[in-house]
Nanobody
Framework: QVQLVESGGGLVQPGGSLRLSCAASGFTLENYAIGWFRQAPGKEREGVSGIRSSDGRTFYTDSVKGRFTVSRDFTRNTVYLQLNSLKPENTAVYYC????????????????????WGQGTQVTVSS
């Protein structure tokens, strides 16, 4: 069975950093891409980052480029999202998700391209 378990969220001051983890089971990261999304109250879910299974190519929404980094650890079957230089507007619940398509990640930022989701982890950026 597929399961995604997120951790690492918390309260941080502007300019601070967090590392989010997404521990996957029931499939291998070598076969399916992982996306990171976030959702703030009253706003739609937004694609933040993705990592392709075949070669590890990464994708980011423009607002986080240069500050966020997605990576994977095959030994732990875990994907990470490093959040640096955090801003208050980054406050949201962050979710990781498994892409539906074997070895695929077309339109990585579209939520319906993903079929399993973690429970989410809260990131709050405030002084």
């Amino acid at each position: 069975q597929v399961q995604l378990v997120e951790s690492g969220g918390g309260l941080v001051q502007p300019g601070g950093s967090l590392r989010l983890s997404c521990a996957a089971s029931g499939f291998t990261l070598e076969n399916y891409a992982i996306g990171w999304f976030r959702q703030a109250p009253g706003k739609e879910r937004e694609g933040v980052s993705g990592i392709r299974s075949s070669d590890g190519r990464t994708f980011y929404t423009d607002s986080v480029k240069g500050r966020f980094t997605v990576s994977r650890d095959f030994t732990r079957n875990t994907v990470y999202l490093q959040l640096n230089s955090l801003k208050p507007e980054n406050t949201a619940v962050y979710y990781c998700a498994k892409n539906r398509y074997f070895l695929g990640i077309s339109n990585w930022y579209v939520p319906r391209r993903y079929d399993y989701w973690g429970q989410g982890t809260q990131v709050t950026v405030s002084s």
